[in-house]
């Protein structure tokens, strides 16, 4: 059961930051939502739809407060190829089965993935997503009029410079707001949202998928969905940790898991695309002073307002407007600490995020860039681990015996340096090899280990392993292969 209070801070405990956060949020979604749908080459109203129910189911099943999820691009791009080939309807279903695979995700507690992403990839993840997010905004910096340079530098300069006189209203609405005044009262020639694309009329209806309910219709749908499931669930997951870290404040990441998948299922029967959470809308709605459900909720429920009751003041705001507030989230998103951090920074880890940063500026596909950065981040963790283990030995008084002695971790990355350091040739008619102080982690391990004793034992050697722990001899009882018969009695515990 939620407990009534932390469920009323939730969502009442800033109701007027909330609001206004909420109406800011639901502008900037507009030309993302359409330019999205575009990627995945389908109607507008999809993308739109999309962000409209995605945002006011998460607002309550999400495990992350003032986090903003909706149509995306990283779900987009995925959605190509199915919708060309087989239509909308199939995508409907491809995004309900996305939604199940996120809820199994959440139930299967998946959301601790997240601790195995280093900070080296989370600044990476920002640094590429602002960068992305800036070369969106080129489109409308190239070609365009005068006026159109003159409304960005004036809503840039509105943005920055409202917060040194008040912070009462965000100031991201102060612009959208003067701005759509003086496109208006001056007639300029720069693009608005009319041009965006047609805006749907209606509400959206509900209605599942026609599609054929058989088992080649979920073989075709399935590589798409688990896609879909998988990237939708990283970017989200992602951004709110970003999110905790801007309002330091703790989320539930399997709930969120859980409220991803439940709010693309909504979004699909309502005939809308899949989505996640958008961290360029996030940023905008936390700087703005959301930190509350209620922020999420309205700016869906504001962006359906807008798309059925006032499209007309709607299509007078100009892009231009639009775009001040989306090179404001470039720049605050950016972590320009990071840059200068670089020298002074571990090489390992400034390579990870400058990795990561580009292959996602490169494939522009955030999880094959936050893959990237963890691969790379698990090989230079598994360097420096297999660095700490050590071989030492020493002769015994009447030179027949050599002892060595391990410490450290021995696994795949330290396995060969473990067997080279133990030379199995020496003319002593004993070898002890104590491990009190290592640990054995793999079948890597026990392979070196084998190594080491059967080539000893081909000279004629006796060998002797002492101090394995409980652990260690458990993987040599069940996988090391070295006349297993005679090396159980000549294992002793510590």
């Given at each position: 059961m939620h407990n009534p209070s932390k469920l009323a801070r939730a969502w009442f405990a800033n109701p007027r930051g909330d609001i206004l956060s909420g109406?800011?949020?639901?502008l900037a979604l507009i030309p993302e939502a359409i330019g999205f749908s575009v990627i995945a080459g389908v109607d507008?109203?999809?993308?739109?739809?999309?962000?409209?129910?995605?945002?006011?189911?998460?607002?309550?099943?999400?495990?992350?407060?003032?986090?903003?999820?909706?149509?995306?691009?990283?779900?987009?791009?995925?959605?190509?190829?199915?919708?060309?080939?087989?239509?909308?309807?199939?995508?409907?279903?491809?995004?309900?089965?996305?939604?199940?695979?996120?809820?199994?995700?959440?139930?299967?507690?998946?959301?601790?993935?997240?601790?195995?992403?280093?900070?080296?990839?989370?600044?990476?993840?920002v640094n590429a997503l602002a960068i992305l997010i800036f070369l969106a905004q080129l489109p409308e910096l190239t070609g365009v009029t005068?006026?159109?340079?003159?409304?960005?530098?004036?809503?840039?300069?509105?943005?920055?410079?409202?917060?040194?006189?008040?912070r009462a209203v965000p100031s991201p609405l102060v612009?959208?707001?003067?701005?759509?005044a003086i496109t208006a009262v001056f007639h300029l020639d720069v693009r608005t949202v009319a041009h965006l694309g047609e805006l749907p009329t209606a509400l959206p209806r509900f209605a599942l998928p026609d599609v054929p309910l058989s088992f080649e219709t979920l073989r075709l749908l399935l590589p798409y969905a688990v896609t879909?499931?998988?990237?939708?669930?990283?970017?989200?997951?992602?951004?709110?940790?970003i999110v905790d870290d801007m309002t330091e404040t703790p989320s539930s990441k399997n709930r969120e898991c859980v409220g991803q998948g439940l709010a693309n299922m909504a979004s699909a029967v309502f005939g809308g695309m899949g989505g996640c959470a958008m961290i360029g809308q996030s940023v905008i709605n936390v700087s703005s002073g959301a930190r509350g459900r209620l922020?999420?909720?309205?700016?869906?429920?504001?962006?359906?307002?807008?798309?059925?009751?006032?499209?007309?003041?709607?299509?007078?705001?100009?892009?231009?407007?639009?775009?001040?507030?989306?090179?404001?989230?470039?720049?605050?998103?950016?972590?320009?600490r990071s840059v200068a951090r670089l020298r002074t920074n571990p090489l390992p880890s400034s390579a990870v995020m400058l990795a990561t940063v580009a292959v996602v500026v490169a494939t522009r596909d955030l999880a094959l860039g936050v893959l990237a950065g963890v691969l790379l981040s698990g090989?230079?963790?598994?360097?420096?681990?297999?660095?700490?283990?050590?071989?030492?030995?020493?002769?015994?008084?009447?030179?027949?015996?050599r002892t060595y002695r391990v410490s450290g971790q021995v696994f795949f990355a330290s396995a060969g340096t473990f067997a080279e350091a133990i030379d199995g040739l020496e003319p002593v008619e004993r070898i002890v090899i104590d491990v009190h102080a290592a640990h054995f982690w793999d079948i890597s391990?026990?392979?070196?280990?084998?190594?080491?004793?059967?080539?000893?034992?081909?000279?004629?050697?006796?060998?002797?392993?002492?101090?394995?722990?409980?652990?260690?001899?458990?993987m040599v009882e069940r996988f090391a292969t070295h006349d297993k018969a005679d090396d159980a009695a000549s294992l002793s515990a510590p």
């Amino acid at each position: 059961m939620h407990n009534p209070s932390k469920l009323a801070r939730a969502w009442f405990a800033n109701p007027r930051g909330d609001i206004l956060s909420g109406i800011v949020v639901a502008l900037a979604l507009i030309p993302e939502a359409i330019g999205f749908s575009v990627i995945a080459g389908v109607d507008p109203k999809l993308g739109l739809y999309a962000s409209v129910v995605i945002a006011c189911v998460i607002a309550f099943t999400g495990g992350r407060p003032a986090m903003i999820s909706a149509a995306t691009a990283a779900t987009a791009v995925v959605m190509v190829d199915l919708v060309r080939e087989h239509g909308v309807q199939y995508l409907f279903a491809a995004t309900i089965l996305m939604g199940v695979l996120q809820i199994i995700a959440g139930v299967l507690k998946l959301g601790r993935l997240m601790r195995f992403v280093s900070q080296s990839v989370m600044t990476g993840f920002v640094n590429a997503l602002a960068i992305l997010i800036f070369l969106a905004q080129l489109p409308e910096l190239t070609g365009v009029t005068p006026a159109t340079y003159g409304l960005i530098a004036l809503g840039l300069a509105i943005i920055y410079g409202v917060p040194r006189l008040t912070r009462a209203v965000p100031s991201p609405l102060v612009a959208i707001a003067v701005l759509t005044a003086i496109t208006a009262v001056f007639h300029l020639d720069v693009r608005t949202v009319a041009h965006l694309g047609e805006l749907p009329t209606a509400l959206p209806r509900f209605a599942l998928p026609d599609v054929p309910l058989s088992f080649e219709t979920l073989r075709l749908l399935l590589p798409y969905a688990v896609t879909l499931a998988a990237v939708g669930l990283l970017e989200s997951l992602l951004t709110a940790q970003i999110v905790d870290d801007m309002t330091e404040t703790p989320s539930s990441k399997n709930r969120e898991c859980v409220g991803q998948g439940l709010a693309n299922m909504a979004s699909a029967v309502f005939g809308g695309m899949g989505g996640c959470a958008m961290i360029g809308q996030s940023v905008i709605n936390v700087s703005s002073g959301a930190r509350g459900r209620l922020s999420t909720l309205v700016a869906g429920a504001f962006l359906l307002l807008l798309l059925v009751a006032l499209q007309d003041l709607l299509a007078l705001v100009p892009v231009a407007a639009l775009t001040a507030v989306m090179i404001m989230v470039s720049l605050n998103t950016f972590s320009w600490r990071s840059v200068a951090r670089l020298r002074t920074n571990p090489l390992p880890s400034s390579a990870v995020m400058l990795a990561t940063v580009a292959v996602v500026v490169a494939t522009r596909d955030l999880a094959l860039g936050v893959l990237a950065g963890v691969l790379l981040s698990g090989v230079f963790f598994a360097g420096k681990v297999s660095r700490l283990s050590r071989v030492d030995s020493d002769l015994s008084a009447d030179g027949r015996t050599r002892t060595y002695r391990v410490s450290g971790q021995v696994f795949f990355a330290s396995a060969g340096t473990f067997a080279e350091a133990i030379d199995g040739l020496e003319p002593v008619e004993r070898i002890v090899i104590d491990v009190h102080a290592a640990h054995f982690w793999d079948i890597s391990a026990i392979g070196a280990l084998d190594r080491v004793v059967v080539k000893a034992r081909r000279q004629g050697r006796r060998v002797e392993i002492v101090g394995l722990n409980a652990a260690s001899a458990t993987m040599v009882e069940r996988f090391a292969t070295h006349d297993k018969a005679d090396d159980a009695a000549s294992l002793s515990a510590p």
